[in-house]
């Protein structure tokens, strides 16, 4: 049976046009979300107003559309609770947490927001979060990242902003981020010695990160990488109340249990609504001289995952030994060696994520580098 997932109910999508604006309800923002389990799509639409006129249109269109696409199984489509009164003018209602701390940081000039997650520890995300940023950068995108790893912030050492202060000050007066290989970094590393611990309480952790997206001047961005810490903890809790993701990237090993854990780290993200751009397998393969490879953590977990989970696969990233070595002087793979095969395996997961991007969000949303 054909699997179908996210990306592809959200391709199906828009090609539904509102009918009065002649533009599809993805370009409208009338998606709330949509869901796929087992084959099963849930759709729920935000629509201008409770007597918006052509409600009925909309929803038997997206429920024809999503029926003629080949597996599916069942297909339910509901109207989102943020469809405002009928007063209301024709516009998406803010994004709201379902238990808001605080309101979303409104980011206005940084067009998407994307969290770099994993469900165990030491996958390789700082890694990969790093070498995103620096292969969008080379795709002519403007790219920044926030380490929200407030207890153990690596962003600085591997993007070689390991004694970088913060002592650029923007004509508005706001604090500028340290950039270095033309990528902006703001990380708790640049406000404390590198040898002294990390003590934040939670309610300091949430505050830190909050002024991190909205107290400095990122100036306009493409992309705002956000480097998280393992598991699902309080700094996921906060990015996700604090600004409206575009979506999130799982990072995992091969192994089986990885599986288990990107579920996990999955479904924080889904319960919220936020897309899942894609599974990135790190550490897949070691590949020696002779060109032999060795699979040293297990075979194809990251796939099956992006597979049983019905969200989209990356690709794989091999682990090379130089990598490491260069990453603890402060040279992303891509950057030291861009001509390479790894910043090239790094670029072709970096169109990948701008494409997904785009099926879900929309064109407007990445629009073509400059
Ligand atoms: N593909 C790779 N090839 C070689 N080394 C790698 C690769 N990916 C990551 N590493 C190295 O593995 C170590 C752990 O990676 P990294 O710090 O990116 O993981 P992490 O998931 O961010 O860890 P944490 O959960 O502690 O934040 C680092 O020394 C990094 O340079
Ligand atoms: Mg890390």
Same mark, same amino acid.
């Given at each position: ?19 009065? #604006? ?37 929803? =038997? ?32 209602? %803010? ?11 409104? /980011? ?22 790093? =070498? /995103?940023?620096?292969? /969008? ?16 912030? =690596? ?12 002592? @650029? ?71 996700? #109340? %604090? ?47 002779? @060109? ?26 091999? /682990? ?51």
């Amino acid at each position: 049976m054909t699997e179908i997932n996210q990306a592809q109910v959200m391709q199906a999508l828009s090609t539904v046009m509102e009918p009065e #604006q002649g533009k599809s309800i993805i370009e409208l923002n009338m998606i709330d979300f949509a869901s796929v389990c087992d084959n099963s799509v849930k759709v729920e639409l935000i629509f201008p107003s409770t007597a918006y006129p052509h409600r009925d249109a909309v929803l =038997n269109a997206v429920r024809e559309t999503i029926q003629a696409m080949e597996g599916v199984k069942q297909v339910t489509v509901g109207i989102s609770l943020k469809t405002p009164a009928a007063t209301a003018p024709f516009q998406r209602p %803010a994004n709201q947490p379902t238990a808001p701390v605080a309101p979303k940081q409104l /980011l206005p000039n940084i067009k998407n927001v994307i969290a770099i997650s994993s469900g165990k520890g030491g996958v390789g995300k700082t890694s990969v979060s790093v =070498n /995103l940023a620096c292969a /969008l950068t080379q795709l002519g995108y403007k790219v920044g990242i926030v380490d929200a790893d407030i207890y153990g912030p =690596n962003v600085p050492i591997m993007m070689g902003l390991r004694n970088a202060k913060i002592t @650029g000050e923007a004509p508005n007066g706001k604090p500028l981020p340290p950039q270095n290989y033309d990528v902006k970094v703001m990380s708790v590393a640049f406000l404390i010695k590198e040898e002294q611990p990390v003590v934040w309480r939670g309610p300091l952790l949430d505050r830190i990160i909050r002024q991190f997206l909205s107290d400095f001047e990122w100036d306009e961005l493409d992309f705002l990488l956000v480097d998280l810490p393992p598991g699902t903890g309080d700094a996921q809790l906060t990015i996700m #109340q %604090a600004a409206s993701l575009s979506g999130a990237i799982i990072v995992t090993t091969p192994q089986e249990v990885a599986l288990h854990d990107s579920r996990k780290g999955l479904a924080m993200f889904i319960g919220q609504n936020i897309p899942c751009l894609g599974i990135i397998e790190n550490m897949s393969y070691f590949e020696c001289d002779h @060109g032999q490879r060795y699979e040293i953590f297990g075979h194809g977990g990251g796939k099956s995952a992006a597979e049983k989970l019905n969200v989209p696969f990356l690709g794989q990233v091999p /682990l090379v030994i130089e990598q490491r070595e260069h990453a603890d002087m402060g040279q992303p793979v891509v950057i030291y060696d861009s001509n390479g095969k790894q910043a090239a395996i790094f670029r072709e997961i970096a169109d990948q994520v701008v494409a997904n991007l785009r099926q879900i969000h929309g064109q407007q949303k990445v629009s073509a580098p400059v």
